[in-house]
């Protein structure tokens, strides 16, 4: 499976934004999807995932509430909805793919997307 972000920019604080995940593969409808961030001298962290079928989803406690994550595939596309944006969302968003049920830790995902950025201005 490869992964492409994008639909990163910039954006005030308030505002919306919606990156996607555009997955090739045919096992793509068979993975769980996730999103992860890295913010500038920061860790990487768990932002929100979505199962196989899109019925059950998760999502970190910073985001939960304004984000929303969505997949459809028959696109191979994973969704990534940010509403009321903050300054401290800004951060490389990467999306990732794993077999089996939705988890938080980035070390069970094995297949990685480059990041695309998100900057949320003040």
């Known amino acids: 499976v490869q992964l492409q972000a994008s639909g990163g920019g910039l954006v005030q604080a308030g505002d919306s934004l919606r990156v996607s995940c555009a997955a090739s593969?045919?096992?793509?409808?068979?993975?769980?999807m996730g999103w992860f961030r890295q913010a500038p001298g920061k860790e990487r962290e768990f932002v929100a995932a979505?199962?196989?079928?899109?019925?059950?989803?998760d999502y970190a406690d910073s985001v939960k509430g304004r984000f929303t994550i969505s997949r459809d595939n028959a696109k191979n596309t994973v969704y990534l909805q940010m509403d009321r944006l903050k300054p401290e969302d800004t951060a490389a968003y990467s999306c990732?793919?794993?077999?089996?049920?939705?988890?938080?830790?980035?070390?069970?995902?094995?297949?990685w997307g480059q990041g695309t950025l998100v900057t949320v201005s003040s």
């Open positions: 979505i199962s196989w079928s899109g019925s059950s989803t």
């Open positions: 593969g045919h096992t793509f409808t068979t993975y769980t």
């Open positions: 990732a793919a794993k077999p089996g049920a939705i988890v938080t830790w980035e070390s069970s995902y094995i297949y």
